[in-house]
T-cell receptor, first 113, second 112 residues
């Protein structure tokens, strides 16, 4: 079946601009996660949704970052006033019953010039 | 902070077994050992997990020492497509825990 998909695969923007990154989880997966991966590092947790609500957003680096999942399926990660330090690969994952058996998408590579 | 220690890199000859070690000396009784891998330019992929018994699936085997302070992931017949960064992760399951804490992993290079 279809896996987790993320769009766009690449996004180049200028410092100060607003960006939205989209994640389509595996159908039926109630849990959805966002991670960020900088070059040479492992993925770093950002936020977790159970259904429509953000159960834990403690990993979001600051208030420029926000994520929504209005219908409990697709999620959008929103970044305002982007900075060069936001450049990274943003990964989305979803899971069904076991919270730690997560299925990852291919990621969106964000480059802030 | 990651609760595991892994060598930064390893090499393996194609067709041979790849044995990837992981130290998790502070593991607690309710924590599982998970292994994920990440092939270049892809998202991480789940491989296997275990609590205290050895586990095997179609991808790999997981050997956990009796004191649970270390484990080894075994790829029995490594292929070039197994070249990836392998992450060993220790996490409890269920309740309020849901996030994976990744370290830097081990870059396994399978050579022809």
């Amino acid at each position: 079946g279809a896996g987790v998909s993320q769009t766009p695969s690449n996004k180049v923007t200028e410092k100060g601009k607003y960006v939205e990154l989209r994640c389509d989880p595996i159908s039926g997966h109630t849990a959805l996660y966002w991670y960020r991966q900088s070059l040479g590092q492992g993925p770093e947790f950002l936020i977790y949704f159970q259904g429509t609500g953000a159960a834990d957003d403690s990993g979001l680096p600051n208030d420029r970052f926000f994520a929504v999942r209005p219908e409990g399926s697709v999620s959008t990660l929103k970044i305002q006033r982007t900075e060069r330090g936001d450049s990274a690969v943003y990964l989305c994952a979803s899971s069904l019953s076991l919270p730690n058996e997560q299925f990852f998408g291919p990621g969106t590579r964000l480059t802030v010039l | 902070d990651a609760k595991t220690t892994q060598p930064p890199s390893m090499d393996c000859a194609e067709g041979r077994a790849a044995n990837l070690p992981c130290n998790h000396s502070t593991i607690s009784g309710n924590e599982y050992v998970y292994w994920y891998r990440q092939i270049h330019s892809q998202g991480p992929q789940y491989i296997i997990h275990g609590l205290k018994n050895n586990e095997t699936n179609e991808m790999a085997s997981l050997i956990i020492t009796e004191d649970r302070k270390s484990s080894t992931l075994i790829l029995p017949h490594a292929t070039l497509r197994d070249t990836a960064v392998y992450y060993c992760i220790v996490e409890s399951v269920g309740g309020s825990n849901y996030k994976l804490t990744f370290g830097k992993g081990t870059l396994l290079t399978v050579n022809p």
